[in-house]
């Protein structure tokens, strides 16, 4: 599940419905949380959140900092919202990333962080982030994809396949845009077999059909929309047919 936006709240009534969220998430078998310190309070409300429950969810934040100095100010920060252990480490759209990676493989070799990763939203950066895959020091990457943004299958997906990276998929709904112009249900009646039953679930299931991509993250501020949500992470998975036929209903 992402936080952007949804949980950069604050006050006791808006910190308690984020708690509901992950409430959720966790009794949906939905585990995976994304965060970053660019999303105001939402590290924070995630860490207060999960509280007793942090062994049972994997943590995924972000360094996002020019400075090596304020990198080390955000690892510290996290370090304390979640209990002393990250799970997955990623430098938040490459920013200052020699400096951050050093930062973050000094935090894992402590044992503070499990993974080290990266992540852009741009596809102008990808050059970028290939160059950061080729490095060898990274295990994960976090990129966009969904039906209307698949620059990620000219290379990205290829090369992180072959390294074996971890790729988590954030927007899988556009940042919402692709949710705002839902097919009728009966043209998902032939998703069904896939035990698909809402445009959303068609969207989920589309990214992780591909065996390449392994975590997708919506976010949702609405708790309701998070079992249905986390339904789409179970097989059987599309073939090739019903990812096109995913693919012309999101045109
Ligand atoms: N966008 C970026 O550039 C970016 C960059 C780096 C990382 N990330 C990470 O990726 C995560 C996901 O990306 P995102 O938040 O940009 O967009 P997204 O997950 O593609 O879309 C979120 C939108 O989808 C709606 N939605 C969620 N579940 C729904 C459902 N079942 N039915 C109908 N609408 C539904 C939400 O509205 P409601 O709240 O009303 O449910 C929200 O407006 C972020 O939260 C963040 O952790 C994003």
């Not at 936006?5 to 585990?31: C, K, N, P, S, Y």
């Not at 970053?36 to 942090?54: C, I, Q």
């Not at 370090?79 to 990333?97: A, K, S, V």
């Not at 943004?149 to 927007?171: F, H, K, N, S, T």
Request: a neutral charge; one cysteine or more; glycine letters at 8%.
């Amino acid at each position: 599940m992402g936080t952007w936006r949804t949980f950069d709240v604050r006050g006791a009534a808006a910190e308690q419905h984020a708690r509901a969220i992950v409430d959720a998430a966790l009794a949906a078998g939905a585990d995976f949380f994304d965060t970053s310190p660019m999303y105001g309070a939402a590290e924070r409300v995630l860490g207060a959140a999960l509280h007793e429950r942090r062994n049972a969810a994997q943590v995924a934040t972000k360094v996002w900092a020019s400075s090596l100095a304020e990198g080390r100010a955000q690892v510290e920060r996290a370090l304390g919202f979640f209990d002393g252990i990250i799970d997955l480490y990623q430098i938040h759209n490459l920013l200052n990333w020699r400096e951050q990676l050093v930062l973050l493989e000094q935090e894992r070799d402590a044992g503070r962080v499990r993974t080290i990763g990266a992540t852009h939203y741009s596809p102008a950066a990808f050059g970028e982030l290939r160059g950061v895959i080729e490095t060898g020091r990274i295990a994960a990457i976090q990129i966009p994809y969904n039906p209307l943004e698949r620059e990620i299958e000219r290379d990205i997906l290829p090369l992180a396949a072959e390294r074996g990276l971890g790729v988590v998929v954030m927007r899988p709904f556009g940042e919402g845009a692709l949710m705002r112009r839902a097919p009728a249900d009966k043209q998902l009646a032939p998703l069904r077999p896939f035990g698909v039953t809402t445009w959303a679930q068609a969207l989920l299931k589309w990214v992780l059909s591909d065996p390449r991509c392994h975590v997708a993250i919506p976010a949702t501020s609405r708790p309701e929309r998070v079992a249905e949500n986390a339904a789409a992470g179970d097989p059987p998975w599309f073939g090739a047919e019903e990812r096109e036929l995913v693919a012309r209903l999101a045109a």
